[in-house]
């Protein structure tokens, strides 16, 4: 088959993409879906385990019933209905990361199901994306290739089994085809995502870091010839755990089917794997079909009974939905319609706010977030909100800047060593002595060496063009490495020229 792929531009004049994604929620309940072993993160390997996660001869789990209510939080959130009753089933497969040889999850009767969610795009064009089902079940464990090429399981000399994820709780989301995106479904896939991560960290039932795997998605890509209705063969790009990558994965999976059919051949449905590194998808397994899983009801757990009270006394908690909220906090900010577009597509929608709230104007936090935070994170190649600046050092530097220890150029070098690690912005200034030269006796020497350079600029000076002081400013500013207090030194140059300004 040809690895070939085609233009993004010539695969979207022969064909329309169909998308479906699969959307991995872990859930931060305190124990596991089915037993007491701890849910947490960053443990020593297999020791948030008990018998039930290792799926030993005589265990009989039970439903967490935390996990539950999470799982009824996220469907009514996403405008699903709610089974009054729903079963546990058995998905049959056989990989090491999965100790009992079967996942419990949900198949025919899931909890949550026939939803919407509304997304709006960077230009502000809003599209519907149907919800089919969002389901329980858990996680697997996870597997580490060792050896072999950037810890991949090609040519890798052998695995490590660490356990402590297996049984944790996951709610999984699955849309219904999406037809009619177009030449805009890679950025469509991305917002989808962002709001399923906003949705769930809105609602407080996970972490939300895709970084750690707390949200994952499978995506899936097919192509219609133009005009046709029915749908292609599709892949299954699986466990892209970053908004970047799903982008590029989708992108990548138009171009690369419309290349196999192009070139008349047919697409394998089969699971892939994103590599950032190389930007592309490789081959998996051929894709299992529901059948293959063999499901059938899990004997050992008793049904999940909903009842309208309890719905309804859930919905009363539920916060106030993510669309609303951006509503709201346009309308306080005072931010035009592109600059809060522009926020929430950079995704530093809550470090804004948690800005604010210590103390820093709108204004301010959008300066520093949208500006030179985003200048270090394309930089850096990461998400704005994966850099280590908290708002804490936002309003700490834009403090320094108005008592005047600091300007605006010197607080863009603070930052890039807070992003390094080496501190707080007032650590930073202490230790690597950046505050701003103040001293007159330092100004008015490098002063009396500029105007020394530039007598021609004095004379406009004296001649009454002021504006012309910049010109004898920028030279000090050199003089002093950039931290000199320029208001001090226009004073101290008008002063000695005897000019008002």
Known sequence: MSQDVLSFEEALERFDPVLGFEVHVELNTKTKMFDAAPNTFGDEPNTNVTPVSLGLPGVLPVVNGKAVESAIKLGLALNCSIAQKCHFARKNYFYPDTPKNFQTSQFDEPIAFDGHLDLELEDGTEFRVEIERAHMEEDAGKLTHMGGDAGRIQNAQYSLVDYNRAG???IEIVT??????????????????AAIREIVKNLGISEARMERGNVRCDANVSLMPKGATQFGTRSETKNVNSLRAVERTVRYEIQRHAAVLAAGEKVTQETRFWHEDTRSTTAGRPKSDADDYRYFPEPDLVPVV??????????????????ERRKRLKADWGYTDEEFRDVVNAGVLDEIEQTIAAGASAAVARKWWMGEIARLAKQREVEIADLPVTPAHVVELNGLIDGGKINDKLAKKVLGFVVDGEGTPAEIVESRGLAVVSDDGALTAAVDDAMAQMPDVVEKIKGGKVQAVGALIGPVMKATRGQADAGRVRQIILGKLGVQG
């Open 306 to 323: 909903t009842t309208a009270d309890w719905i309804e006394e859930i919905r009363t908690t539920l916060p106030e939905p993510p669309s």
């Open 168 to 170: 944790v709780p996951l």
């Open 176 to 193: 219904k085809p999406i037809v009619g995106a177009g030449e805009r479904a890679p950025e469509l896939a991305r917002a989808y995502v």
